[in-house]
């Protein structure tokens, strides 16, 4: 077995403090984010490498407001159905720019794989003409399904970030954890509970 510079690291000793701060993004306790403690992947040091930016969480936490937006009203080309769950998701370029958005539109169109993830990825590899998007970051309102966290990861995507918790379906910590097994190569890095609170309201409020 092949074995990669981080696993022998304590889990948390090479964690950045953020990662177990529980007053900021939350990292399930014993699921580190092994992309992180394997490599120095973006966002590392980020604080360090670029002093002047917002900082990473704020920028998860704006992007996952846009990403909550998606979610209630859809691409501006589509009425939601009012029986689709809202489930919002935005892809962002290296760069920080939108490059596609999605909602889940699984009645509205009969497909049961138009989940927010799948259309947002769609959309943005048909935007840049390929399928890999390296160094993007997939920003959704729900912990992804399967389908999602596996779509994810055969698209590279570089860094997924989500809000609400999924503990019945969810495959990016609750149930499985996909995007993070260390049998598999392409491992993202996750900030999960981004605007938790308010991406769970949405949902309550939905199915109340
Ligand atoms: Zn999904």
């Known amino acids: 077995m092949r074995s990669e510079p981080g696993d022998s690291l304590t889990p948390g000793a090479a964690e ?14 014993g699921q ?28 998860h936490e704006l992007w996952m407001r846009r990403a909550l937006e998606v979610a209630v009203t859809g691409p501006d080309d589509a009425t939601p159905d009012a029986d689709d769950v ?7 370029g290296p760069d920080g720019a939108e490059l596609a958005i999605g909602r889940n539109e699984r009645e509205l ?23 890999r998007l390296d160094d993007c970051t997939l920003v959704v309102t729900l912990e992804p399904c399967t389908m999602c966290a596996g779509a994810i990861a055969l698209a590279r995507v570089s860094t997924v970030v989500f809000g609400a918790w999924e503990p019945k ?14 049998r598999v190569t392409h491992r993202p890095e996750v900030y999960g509970g981004v605007l938790e609170h308010e991406s769970a309201a949405l949902l309550r409020a939905f199915f109340r």
């Open 32 to 59: 580190p984010t092994p992309g992180r403690a394997a490599r120095a992947g973006p966002g590392a040091d980020e604080a360090l490498a670029d002093p002047g930016a917002v900082g990473r969480r704020q920028r």
């Open 109 to 131: 169109t009969g497909d049961p794989t138009a989940h927010a993830e799948v259309l947002a990825l769609r959309r943005a590899a048909h935007r840049l003409g390929r399928w």
């Open 86 to 92: 809202p489930v919002g998701a935005v892809l962002y």
């Open 16 to 29: 950045p403090a953020d990662a177990t701060d529980p007053a900021l993004e939350t990292v399930r306790p």
């Open 169 to 182: 379906t969810g495959a990016v910590g609750s149930l499985w954890d996909v995007l993070r097994d260390r």
